[in-house]
Each structure stands twice: as C-alpha cells, then as structure tokens.
C-alpha cells in the first residue's frame, strides 16, 4: 500500500517536472520508516550529520534541515517510547541533570548580560549560533542516552568514529603531500572531506590522537583477522598523520597519551613490545614522511628568539590571547560577558579580535567561575561512570570500550588546553558513551544487559 502510494505520487510529480523532489520525498519516506523501525541507525546519521559538512544540494539552514527533520522523527519515537516504558529514568541521571543547569545557566545569564553590555561589533557576535549549537546538542544527547541502549548499538556508534577519524586522516595526508593543505605552502596536513572540524590542522592531530586511544584498546575485543590487521596498521598510521599536522599541541598529546598507555593497568610485556614497535616504526617513518619545515615547527614549542622559526609567531599570539583572556575573566569573574562575546569583547579591549585558542579560559571568561565549574563536574562525572563500567563490568568488551574512552577523554581535556572545543560535537559524544556504558554495567547485576535490542517501537 505505501509503496503503491509512494509510486502514484512519483507518477503525479514527474507529469509536473518535479522527479527530484519526487525521489527526494520517496527517500525521506524510506529514511523515516527505517529510522521508525531502527532508532540506532538514526542516531547514527545524527552522529555523522554534526561531523560532516553537507553538499551544496542540501540546505543548511532554515526549517527543513537534516537535523531538524531527525530532530522531529527522534521527538515522535522518544514520545512513543517513554509512553509505552512508563519510564524516566534517564532524567535522574546526573551527568544529564549537571548538563541541563549548565544549558539552563548560559541561557539565563546570557541573556541578563547581554542587556547590560553593548556591542559596537554586531558582527562578531555569536551568541544565538553558540546557544542554538548548545541546545540542539544537548537535545542530540537525550536521544542518544535513550536509543543507544545496547553493546552492539555503542559498537556501531565506535564504528562509525572509526571511520570518520580514519577518512579524515587520509584526507589530511594526501593534501599535505600534494601541498594542498593547511598553513603557508599547504604543507601541514588537514583534511578536505570527512570531519569538517579536522580541515584544522590541530583538531586534526587531535582526532588521530583520539582515534590511536579506541583503536589500542578496541583491537583487542576484534575478533576478525582482516579487521585486527586493519587497527594494528592504523595506529601508526594515525600517529604520523598527527604529526604531518605539524601541530605542537598534536605531539604533546601524543606524549600524553603514549605514557597513559606506557604505565596503566598491570604490566603487560606483549603490550609494552606492542607500544616499543609502534614508537620505533612512527620515528622511522617520521623521518622519511617529515619534512625540515615540519620539524622545525613541532619542535618549536618555546617561542624561539629567531622570528623566522616555524610557529614562533603562532605561539606568541596564543600566549597574548591568554594573557588577555585572564584580563577579561577577572573583571568579570562571577557571571562572565556572556555566550559567543569573547571576539567582540576582546577587540574592544585591546584591538584584535579572535578566539581564546582554550575551552577552559572561553568557558571562564563568557560564563564566569559557575560555568568552568559545571563543565569540570560534568566532565569529572563522566570520568566516574567510565571508571565503574571499566573496572565493574563482567563483559570484556564494554570493558575495553570503556578504557579506550577513559584514555580518549583525557586527551581531548587536554586538548582543551589549546582549542575551544567544549561545544563540538565530541562532548556531546563522550559524555553520552559514558551514560549508556554505566547503565550497561548496571543492567549487567539486575540481568537486563543484552548485546543487541529485542525490541522494536513499532511492534510494542
């Protein structure tokens, strides 16, 4: 019947000219019923919908993007969902409650300080995109706590990283050996297709930094041949697209998360011959990879007398953000200047515009003392629920899984440290990973963990 439907109105359409918009309509058709039937495969294109940038063909504004049609679809379902469960049981979770006082306070004093402040640069301000990003991602994790509910629905959300990370890495490879790609002379590498953020030299590094932290640990848990070979070569693979980034922030975080793996848990002679022969290859094929200009940048991380050493200015700039930026937060210490007014402000201040280049000093200086405090909560919460899956848990994956975000959480907090990244998409998604892996944990001792859903909206 509906596919009877669906081909009368294709048939009406193409006698109008319209087949485009027919066959647009025939898959938006399909895409619901699937999503209807499948949550999890929503939430993936949910998940990949933040991550890349769409094609011209698809808008990206007004009230029929993509995201706000799942948006839509997602409110239906959770509708349906907590009506036939008789079940909110998500909302006493606290990282979720933390979260909303933290959306709630930058809403709330956003506004009371955007009447107390006057902007002579409207065109600098960023307060309603960072507000609508802040709100429809917090609304992206309470559907992703609710239909992210088993094993196998959090192996498909690690999948799906996993090949964004991997695409990115790629990308950013081949443009930095045909000079095409960030910097002077596109030397360091960044991507063009896969994650937009990673068309940044430095989120980039980040991403392959991230990736190498499930990769190590999620191998473990593969039980294809093809697929263990495939992770074993990615992680150096995805050390030397790190470091073609030329991103000093990259290679600390490569330090930070090669002595994480050195020194946690028991001593593991396999893994520590493992992490020797993957240092050695990385160095080796660094030096054949590497150029002179990449090295002098990596290695200029002091700010050098010499003006003409690569990154020498960068890191000069960083460091007079900071310095301002700390100006900033302490004549506004308890409130802050508001979401999305730090370049206005700062430009007013001193005469340059910019980003702080540090999640913790933007989340200081535009929300005050009480904002970085919910965020070092929430993230210090996040910790815990992925320290109990991984030391509680009776299944090795969710185990490993856990550890492998443990480790990859770290690294992006100290990522944090140079880029604002607390409103990108990945702490919607490291915070929601570690909800549903303690509730995974949870279910384990009151006997409801199940691998793979048994359930279906649709049928209930």
Same mark, same amino acid.
């Given at each position: 019947?509906?596919?009877?439907?669906?081909?009368?109105?294709?048939?009406?359409?193409?006698?109008?000219?319209?087949?485009?918009?027919?066959?647009?309509?025939?898959?938006?058709?399909?895409?619901?019923?699937?999503?209807?039937?499948?949550?999890?495969?929503?939430?993936?294109?949910?998940?990949?919908?933040?991550?890349?940038?769409?094609?011209?063909?698809?808008?990206?504004?007004?009230?029929?993007?993509?995201?706000?049609?799942?948006?839509?679809?997602?409110?239906?379902?959770?509708?349906?969902?907590?009506?036939?469960?008789?079940?909110?049981?998500?909302?006493?979770?606290?990282?979720?409650?933390?979260?909303?006082?933290?959306?709630?306070?930058?809403?709330?004093?956003?506004?009371?300080?955007?009447?107390?402040?006057?902007?002579?640069?409207?065109?600098?301000?960023?307060?309603?995109?960072?507000?609508?990003?802040?709100?429809?991602?917090?609304?992206?994790?309470?559907?992703?706590?609710?239909?992210?509910?088993?094993?196998?629905?959090?192996?498909? $959300?690690?999948?799906?990283?996993? *090949?964004?990370? @991997?695409?990115?890495?790629? !990308? &950013?490879? %081949? #443009?930095? =050996?045909?000079?095409?790609?960030?910097?002077?002379?596109?030397?360091?590498?960044?991507?063009?297709?896969?994650?937009?953020?990673?068309?940044?030299?430095?989120?980039?590094?980040?991403?392959?930094?991230?990736?190498?932290?499930?990769?190590?640990?999620?191998?473990?848990?593969?039980?294809?041949?093809?697929?263990?070979?495939?992770?074993?070569?990615? $992680?150096?693979?995805?050390?030397? *697209?790190?470091? @073609?980034?030329?991103?000093? !922030? &990259?290679? %600390? #975080?490569? =330090?930070?998360?090669?002595?994480?793996?050195?020194?946690?848990?028991?001593?593991?002679?396999?893994?520590?011959?493992?992490?020797?022969?993957?240092?050695?290859?990385?160095?080796?094929?660094?030096?054949?990879?590497?150029?002179?200009?990449?090295?002098?940048?990596?290695?200029?991380?002091?700010?050098?007398?010499?003006?003409?050493?690569?990154?020498?200015?960068?890191?000069?700039?960083?460091?007079?953000?900071?310095?301002?930026?700390?100006?900033?937060?302490?004549?506004?210490?308890?409130?802050?200047?508001?979401?999305?007014?730090?370049?206005?402000?700062?430009?007013?201040?001193?005469?340059?515009?910019?980003?702080?280049?540090?999640?913790?000093?933007?989340?200081?200086?535009?929300?005050?003392?009480?904002?970085?405090?919910?965020?070092?909560?929430?993230?210090?919460?996040?910790?815990?629920?992925?320290?109990?899956?991984?030391?509680?848990?009776?299944?090795?994956?969710?185990?490993?899984?856990?550890?492998?975000?443990?480790?990859?959480?770290?690294?992006?907090?100290?990522?944090?440290?140079?880029?604002?990244?607390?409103?990108?998409?990945?702490?919607?998604?490291?915070?929601?990973?570690?909800?549903?892996?303690?509730?995974?944990?949870?279910?384990?001792?009151?006997?409801?963990?199940?691998?793979?859903?048994?359930?279906?909206?649709?049928?209930?």
């Amino acid at each position: 019947m509906l596919l009877t439907l669906l081909s009368g109105g294709m048939g009406f359409l193409a006698l109008q000219d319209k087949e485009i918009i027919g066959l647009m309509a025939i898959l938006a058709a399909v895409g619901a019923a699937i999503i209807f039937a499948r949550p999890e495969v929503g939430i993936l294109l949910f998940l990949a919908s933040f991550f890349v940038t769409y094609g011209g063909f698809i808008p990206t504004e007004g009230r029929f993007t993509p995201n706000n049609i799942l948006g839509v679809l997602f409110s239906v379902l959770l509708v349906v969902k907590i009506y036939q469960e008789r079940n909110l049981s998500f909302l006493k979770d606290k990282v979720l409650q933390v979260f909303f006082v933290l959306v709630l306070f930058q809403h709330l004093f956003s506004s009371i300080v955007e009447r107390e402040l006057f902007n002579p640069f409207p065109q600098l301000d960023e307060t309603s995109r960072m507000l609508h990003n802040l709100t429809t991602r917090f609304v992206f994790l309470i559907f992703f706590v609710n239909f992210i509910r088993t094993l196998r629905d959090v192996r498909l $959300v690690l999948w799906t990283l996993f *090949g964004i990370i @991997l695409m990115s890495a790629v !990308s &950013g490879v %081949l #443009n930095a =050996f045909m000079g095409a790609g960030f910097g002077i002379g596109g030397y360091r590498a960044a991507a063009d297709w896969g994650i937009s953020a990673a068309g940044n030299a430095n989120r980039l590094a980040f991403f392959c930094v991230f990736g190498i932290a499930l990769i190590w640990h999620y191998k473990e848990a593969v039980r294809s041949r093809l697929f263990s070979l495939l992770f074993t070569a990615a $992680v150096p693979g995805l050390a030397i *697209g790190a470091l @073609l980034t030329a991103s000093r !922030s &990259g290679l %600390l #975080n490569l =330090f930070v998360l090669v002595t994480l793996l050195t020194t946690e848990g028991r001593f593991s002679l396999k893994r520590q011959l493992y992490l020797i022969f993957s240092v050695a290859l990385i160095i080796f094929l660094a030096s054949d990879f590497l150029s002179h200009t990449h090295l002098e940048r990596l290695t200029n991380v002091v700010p050098l007398d010499s003006t003409v050493a690569k990154g020498t200015s960068s890191t000069e700039k960083r460091l007079t953000t900071v310095i301002q930026g700390w100006k900033i937060a302490a004549e506004n210490p308890i409130l802050g200047i508001g979401i999305g007014n730090f370049r206005w402000v700062r430009l007013q201040k001193f005469g340059t515009a910019g980003p702080p280049h540090n999640s913790y000093l933007l989340a200081l200086t535009e929300g005050g003392i009480p904002l970085l405090v919910l965020y070092l909560l929430l993230f210090r919460l996040s910790m815990k629920n992925l320290l109990q899956a991984e030391r509680e848990s009776k299944d090795v994956e969710t185990r490993l899984i856990a550890r492998g975000l443990r480790i990859g959480l770290i690294c992006f907090l100290f990522f944090s440290v140079f880029a604002d990244f607390w409103f990108n998409i990945m702490t919607f998604i490291l915070v929601g990973l570690a909800i549903v892996l303690k509730r995974l944990q949870e279910e384990e001792l009151t006997g409801n963990f199940v691998l793979r859903a048994n359930y279906q909206l649709a049928r209930r």
